[in-house]
């Protein structure tokens, strides 16, 4: 993609990404605890539309690596985060079916979205591509936004007694 935009040392894209998600990943669990799941959980969302956006419309090498400054935050706080609201959701003798599945979810993902992105880069391009990629990260946030809904009113009708998790 940059190539064929003519953004030379691309290169760099991924060694920031890796020292943003590198620092990202132990700060995600420091700021759930302050700032909840939820709100971490959206804020890595929101870091990752940004990136792809940035992405879909850059033409340096500067913008690839604020995008990669903003994909690695936001990867590296949101994965550790899932995981860890799962497992919070489960009960202990669970914690290995939460694992297992939020892994399954996790690779399924990867491997789909990297199939989908690759059929729409060779039929659209490049640029397409990156901005088609909000797409999975919206409705994402729309699922979690939907759980959430979901255990509030089951932790609601748990505390008048009616319902058990």
Known sequence: YAESIQVAGIGMFFTVY????????????????????????????????????????????????????????????????????????????RKGVASSTFFLG?????????????AVAQYLDYRSMYAFMLIPIVLSAFIFFRAGLTEKRGTQKTLQGQVKP
């Open 18 to 93: 890796a020292v943003a998600l590198f620092f990202s990943k132990p700060m995600g669990g420091t700021a759930a605890d302050k700032l909840g799941f939820q709100a971490v959980i959206y804020g890595c969302m929101a870091l990752m539309l940004a990136a792809f956006l940035l992405i879909s419309m850059a033409q340096s090498l500067a913008a690839f690596l604020v995008a990669a400054v903003l994909y690695g935050i936001g990867y590296g706080g949101l994965q550790p985060i899932l995981q860890a609201w799962c497992y919070k959701r489960e009960t202990p003798d």
């Open 106 to 118: 996790l690779d399924s993902g990867t491997g789909i979205g990297a199939m989908v992105a690759g």
